[in-house]
Nanobody, 115 residues
Framework: QVQLVESGGGLVQPGGSLRLSCAAS????????RGWFRQAPGKERELVAT???????NYADSVKGRFTISGDNGRNTVYLQMNSLNAEDTAVYYC?????????WGQGTQVTVSS
């Protein structure tokens, strides 16, 4: 089992930045991929970014060039640096992990971009 806990969400003005963190505990040695998804009101959950254990990132087109995903070598924590935020980035952001058998999800953290 893997437990994921997000932090770092909040209210930010358009053009601003936020950094999300996701701390993993439990059977972290089994994790092969980590990432972030988001869900805006009335919309389906969508992929934001993923990163493999070897550090290879992947981004949704909507966040390329603005968001950066990174992780520590111990696989405990993954980060999402979000720059140039706009109203369309407003959503609940969920941390995600995959261990080749099942998905794990955090509880979510709210990001609101508004003036």
């Amino acid at each position: 089992q893997v437990q994921l806990v997000e932090s770092g969400g909040g209210l930010v003005q358009p053009g601003g930045s936020l950094r999300l963190s996701c701390a993993a505990s439990g059977s972290i040695f089994s994790i092969t991929m980590r990432g972030w998804f988001r869900q805006a009101p009335g919309k389906e959950r969508e992929l934001v970014a993923t990163i493999t254990n070897s550090g290879v990132p992947n981004y949704a087109d909507s966040v390329k060039g603005r968001f950066t995903i990174s992780g520590d070598n111990g696989r405990n924590t993954v980060y999402l640096q979000m720059n140039s935020l706009n109203a369309e980035d407003t959503a609940v952001y969920y941390c995600w992990a995959w261990d080749e058998r099942r998905n794990y999800w955090g509880q979510g953290t709210q990001v609101t971009v508004s003036s």
